[in-house]
């Protein structure tokens, strides 16, 4: 089995974390559960800020952070307008019904990426990877065909990988 923490980045202004995102961040990083093999950001500076305070938590300055670009969508601004259209708080579902191209498209795209991010840890291996909504969730559903909640800022799930078959549970 394999196991990827993926979460949403904290509270932000533009590309940085707020000073708030990084109180946040630092709470969180109470909470990991290490080691990890590998710590992963979508590319975006507000998520790498995030990862080096939650890698410096668990204590393993030595990993590197890497940037799995393929896990940031290319199509923000059309993304941004289906969740506006879906309404406040709307899951992929929701969004989906008023985009089911994007959905349909980014959902294989995002989970191709968040695949190679699984294939790469070793059998038991955790990866911490620090994303946004709803592309995060938009990978899980094209990995497990399923909608999961949105996520709030800083929160995450656990996605785990048993043999190619995989499922979610929430972080605790």
């Given at each position: 089995m394999r196991y990827v923490e993926l979460r949403r980045h904290t509270d932000n202004d533009g590309d940085r974390l707020t000073p708030r995102g990084v109180a946040?961040?630092?709470a969180i990083g109470g909470r990991l559960r290490p080691p990890y093999a590998a710590f992963v950001s979508s590319?975006?500076?507000?998520?790498?800020?995030?990862l080096k305070i939650l890698r410096a938590a668990a204590g393993q300055d030595n990993v590197p952070i890497t940037e799995a670009i393929g896990l940031r969508s290319v199509v923000e601004d059309r993304w941004r307008e289906a969740a506006?259209?879906?309404?406040?708080g709307a899951d992929v579902d929701a969004i989906r019904d008023v985009d089911p191209d994007l959905v349909e498209r980014e959902s294989l795209l995002l989970a191709m990426a968040l695949r190679q991010v699984v294939d790469a840890l070793?059998?038991?291996g955790r990866a911490l990877v620090v994303g946004h909504t709803p592309t995060n969730e938009a990978a899980v559903l094209g990995l497990t065909g399923r909608a999961t909640p949105p996520l709030g800022k800083g929160e995450g799930m656990l996605l785990i990988e048993d043999s190619e078959t995989y499922r979610v549970e929430p972080l605790t």
């Open positions: 946040d961040a630092e590319g975006a500076v507000r998520c790498t800020e995030m506006k259209a879906a309404g406040k070793p059998d038991g």
